[in-house]
């Protein structure tokens, strides 16, 4: 009988504090992690023709950190190597003759201060490619577990020459789209 | 405006038909030398035209590949020279023949090296070939008298195309070929574009209106269903506004028979139907293509909606459903035609096939091209208690 009733008093003292800390994770803010990994896909236009140029494939790592305010600045990483469009002939000449990424296998990017928000909002930083850095703008979301990103870039910005082969011509606007999450272990 | 007045001043001896086009000359406009190249190359212009126009003859389906949606090609623009697909390729499109090609090798979508590259001419083809074709009655248990007749290899086209480019925006094009079984002579397919740019292209002369997807099987519902197989050239004349987010294409048609066989027995004869028009909308969204289409044809209105959908890079859905309004009869019919493709090696496409036309059909097949240039396609059938089975090879230059 002391047995049972020792049993029930331990599970009843363990709900007892287990509630007080599940409480406490549903009011917890959402936090920005430390360590995120990724994706990094672009999308271009050729013409004629309006071609649709989807690339992807590309990894991306970085850090974030977060001020007292709330806002987060951060560091990233893309392995640019790993780009793919889809056809052959084509990622040989961008990774040959366009982003030389056997010569610049990373581009990188400073995340400036930004107020994450689960609803996508504007933020800046510094993006660089090659030996070229340049302010770039976009939108940017986080709901907790994902960081979403997109923002144009313009291949004039950057020592990038406008692809061009047999007759077609890609925009010099480029979007480009990240997918990031918090990494294992972070 | 004054421009366009001023460009008529040389055509009024054949004011009938270029008072389509062409405005009564302002004769308080100034002659000037500019005035005067702008006459000749009006003049030229309408001549030009009334030669492909005569040389025009029906008998053909496009040879593009909707299927390349997969690979981002929204429009046939990039590949082709005709914006709405088919047959001579700009240099790119040799190139990416390459990439739908098991083995391509760098250059050898430019017939292997040989193919001229030059900028103001362009040269083309197509050879292909019926290998079997058989048609099985499982309620009678036996092959159908019409497959026996069909059941041998015949030539179903060797045509040579040729396009010329006087000028930075002009192209003129014509084909020459042999056709069908009776191997008839024909110059089939012939127009003048007009490409000032990236976003707007116009055309005159005999060809198919852009009208749903534009697929190379020609025997498909949507298709020879429609009246859209081969022979469905007709005399057009089209306007185009394309971008990124789509592309708007009108045509005016003149007329829906040309009888005019180079060399052949029938002779030399000229006549239209009533005219008509044909519109198509389409928006360019999820690396896919979304649009509507309409035909107001002399006796009937065809209309219908269609989507050229890129699930993945390897995995294709093509998908057209239309209505046939009969005027005359004041009688309607449906047809639906959907293929889905999966590309399992480069090259080699896995294909299905669902169509309803006076009841439903559905196939199974594949779709090779071993090399640039060359394909092989094999297909079975199945209508009702019927099945029927083809196989085309098809060279193309």
């Known amino acids: 009988m002391l047995k049972l009733v020792a049993i029930v008093s331990a599970l009843f003292l363990q709900s007892a504090l287990a509630a007080p800390a599940k409480k406490h994770k549903i ?10 990994t990724g994706s990094v896909d672009f999308h271009a236009v050729g013409s004629p023709g309006f071609l649709h140029i989807d690339g992807s494939g590309a990894t991306a790592a970085g850090e974030t950190w977060k001020a007292k305010d709330g806002t987060v600045t951060g560091h990233f990483v893309a392995d640019l190597t790993g780009f793919k469009t889809g056809i052959g002939l084509r990622d040989k000449h961008m990774h040959e003759k366009y982003l030389e990424s056997n010569k610049w296998k990373d581009a990188f990017f400073d995340l400036d201060s930004w107020t994450p928000t689960e609803k996508p909002s504007q933020f800046g930083g510094k993006l660089r490619i090659k030996e070229m850095s340049k302010q770039v703008f976009g939108t940017a979301s986080w709901d907790g577990k994902t960081l979403r990103a997109d923002f144009e870039i313009e291949l004039d910005d950057f020592p990038i020459e406008v692809p061009r082969h047999l007759g077609i011509t890609v925009a010099k606007t480029v979007t480009v789209e990240i997918k990031m999450a918090e990494a294992n272990g972070s | 405006m004054s421009e366009i007045r001023f460009k008529a001043k040389k055509l009024t001896l054949v004011r009938p038909i270029t008072a389509l086009y062409c405005d009564e000359p302002d004769q308080d406009q100034p002659s000037s030398r500019i005035e005067e190249l702008a006459d000749t190359f009006c003049a030229v212009l309408f001549w030009v035209f009334l030669l492909f126009v005569i040389l025009a003859r029906c008998g053909s389906d496009a040879k593009a590949f909707p299927s390349a949606v997969r690979m981002g090609y929204t429009s046939c623009e990039a590949c082709h020279l005709d914006p709405n697909g088919g047959n001579v390729l700009l ?4 190139s990416a ?3 739908m090609a098991t083995w391509g090798p760098e250059g050898s979508g430019r017939l292997l090296g040989f193919a001229p590259d030059t900028k103001w001419a362009l040269a083309g083809g197509d050879i292909r070939a019926a290998a079997t074709n058989w048609v099985y009655d499982t309620d009678l248990g036996q092959m159908s008298a019409q497959s026996r007749q ?5 030539l179903m086209q060797a045509e040579g195309e040729l396009a010329l480019h006087p000028s930075m925006s002009i192209w003129l094009d014509a084909t020459l070929g042999y056709y069908g079984p009776d191997h008839d002579r024909e110059l089939r397919r012939s127009f003048v574009l007009w490409k000032p740019g990236n976003y707007f292209t116009a055309k005159a002369g005999r060809f198919v209106p852009a009208y749903g997807v534009m697929t190379p099987d020609h025997t498909a519902a949507t298709r020879e269903g429609l009246g859209l197989g081969e022979g469905g050239e007709v005399l057009a004349a089209e306007v185009a506004a394309r971008s990124e987010i789509g592309e708007i294409v009108a045509t005016e048609t003149f007329a829906t028979d040309v009888d005019l066989n180079v060399g052949a027995h029938s002779g030399y004869s000229l ?3 009533d005219p008509g028009w044909a519109a198509r909308i389409a928006a360019y969204a999820f690396k896919s293509t979304f649009g509507v289409s309409a035909w107001r044809r002399p006796s009937d209105t065809v209309a219908g909606a269609f989507a050229t959908v890129a699930v993945t890079r390897w ?4 998908a057209e459903v239309d209505r046939d309004r009969d ?3 004041e009688y309607d019919r449906d047809v639906a035609w959907a293929e889905v493709g999966w590309e399992v090696v480069q090259g080699l496409t896995l294909q299905t096939t669902a169509e309803y036309e006076d009841g439903g059909r559905y196939g199974l097949g594949f779709d090779w091209i071993p090399f640039p240039h060359f394909q092989v396609s094999s297909w079975v059938k199945k209508k009702a208690d019927v099945w029927s089975a083809a196989g085309v090879a098809h060279v193309w230059l």
């Open chain 2, 150 to 154: 069909n059941d041998k290899a015949f």
């Open chain 2, 271 to 273: 006549y239209g139907g």
């Open chain 2, 315 to 318: 995995i294709y859905v093509l």
């Open chain 2, 97 to 99: 023949g390459e990439e």
């Open chain 2, 91 to 94: 240099p790119y499109g040799r």
């Open chain 2, 327 to 329: 005027r005359v009869l």
């Open chain 1, 27 to 36: 009011v917890e803010e959402p936090k920005v992690a430390n360590h995120l």
